[in-house]
């Protein structure tokens, strides 16, 4: 069967990288959207560039420009916008929406999703709710517009939260303590960042998927804050002084914070004390990505934590 042909809107960001390198990896016709602004950016344009010399098409494009994305959503088949929320653009796929919506070829649309499932987020603090309402404004708009879709989320980034035994302000794992939020039982799914991607590309041309979520929990990498811990203890040898913080404390190191430290604040409180990627039943609205793509050999976390060791 003939390979859906994918563009990538945001192909030089953290997780837009991986999904080009997946796309060209599973053998799909892979188009990466060039903006204006990459031209000043001397890492982005040379990594398009090694993205060509694998064989990907790099097609100019622009949203101020809604013709040009019109003529980039016109080659494909697919379109997956990787997106970062912490870059304030998530309304920017409006102007993709409407693209999709002029060209009317396409079979797919990924939108900025992957983590917290926005339409379970209603309850979300400020001032970090914000990115979960404006990707609830895109989904309106893409259900709108009839526009055949698939969500992918439902996991924390391993970069982000298994490296550093999920603890703010740093990216490498502690070596003496450890703070434990409450009682540190929560369960959170945690994921590597390229098998996010893998299943990502797995998940285009599967019936089972459209108009429908996938969920990124594979049963291995739903873990605890404490059983995180334990692994980098076993690892390296030695136990780390752990300090546990309530939720009412917390919650109150958001005051005096700046902008993102609250965002941050709120969204870590979401994970680790409500359990907001886990404390729900998956229902017919959605499929669970290991369960669908078992050839998918997903990273463990206690291997992904050796590389730190």
């Given at each position: 069967m003939e390979k859906c042909k994918v563009l990538v809107v945001g192909g030089t960001g953290y997780l837009g990288r991986r999904i080009v390198s997946a796309s060209l990896s599973q053998g799909h016709p892979t188009y990466v959207l060039q903006r204006p602004e990459i031209g000043l950016d001397?890492?982005?344009?040379?990594?398009?560039?090694?993205?060509?010399k694998k064989g990907a098409h790099l097609v100019e494009g622009s949203f101020s420009d809604l013709e040009s994305l019109v003529r980039a959503v016109k080659l494909v088949d697919v379109v997956i916008c990787p997106m970062s929320f912490r870059s304030h653009n998530i309304l920017l796929q409006l102007q993709l929406v409407e693209a999709i919506k002029r060209a009317g070829n396409i079979k797919r649309f990924l939108p900025s999703e992957f983590g917290f499932d926005p339409a379970r987020m209603g309850h979300a603090l400020e001032p970090g709710r914000v990115s979960f309402d404006d990707k609830m404004v895109v989904r309106k708009a893409i259900q709108d517009a009839k526009i055949p879709f698939t969500y992918v989320c439902g996991a924390g980034f391993a970069g982000?939260?298994?490296?550093?035994?999920?603890?703010?302000?740093?990216?490498?794992?502690?070596?003496?303590?450890?703070?434990?939020?409450?009682?540190?039982?929560?369960?959170?799914?945690?994921?590597?960042?390229?098998?996010?991607?893998?299943?990502?590309?797995?998940?285009?041309?599967?019936?089972?998927?459209?108009n429908k979520t996938l969920y990124l929990?594979?049963?291995?990498?739903?873990?605890?804050?404490?059983?995180?811990?334990?692994?980098?203890?076993?690892?390296?040898?030695?136990?780390?002084?752990?300090?546990?913080?309530?939720?009412?404390?917390?919650?109150?190191?958001?005051?005096?914070?700046?902008?993102?430290?609250?965002?941050?604040?709120?969204?870590?409180?979401?994970?680790?004390?409500?359990?907001?990627?886990?404390?729900?039943?998956?229902?017919?609205?959605?499929e669970e990505a290991s369960k669908l793509y078992p050839e998918v050999k997903y990273t463990r976390m206690n291997e992904y934590l050796k590389n730190y060791a």
């Open positions: 001397i890492d982005k344009l040379q990594m398009l560039l090694a993205f060509k982000y939260f298994a490296s550093n035994l999920s603890q703010m302000g740093t990216l490498i794992p502690p070596k003496e303590k450890v703070l434990i939020y409450g009682d540190g039982n929560t369960k959170v799914s945690i994921v590597d960042e390229d098998d996010i991607a893998a299943y990502t590309i797995k998940t285009i041309d599967d019936p089972r998927t459209l929990r594979p049963p291995e990498n739903e873990l605890s804050q404490k059983q995180l811990v334990e692994m980098w203890e076993n690892l390296i040898g030695k136990k780390l002084e752990h300090i546990s913080i309530s939720e009412e404390d917390f919650l109150a190191s958001m005051k005096g914070m700046d902008y993102a430290g609250q965002v941050g604040v709120g969204h870590f409180y979401h994970m680790f004390y409500e359990g907001a990627l886990t404390n729900f039943e998956i229902g017919e609205e959605g």
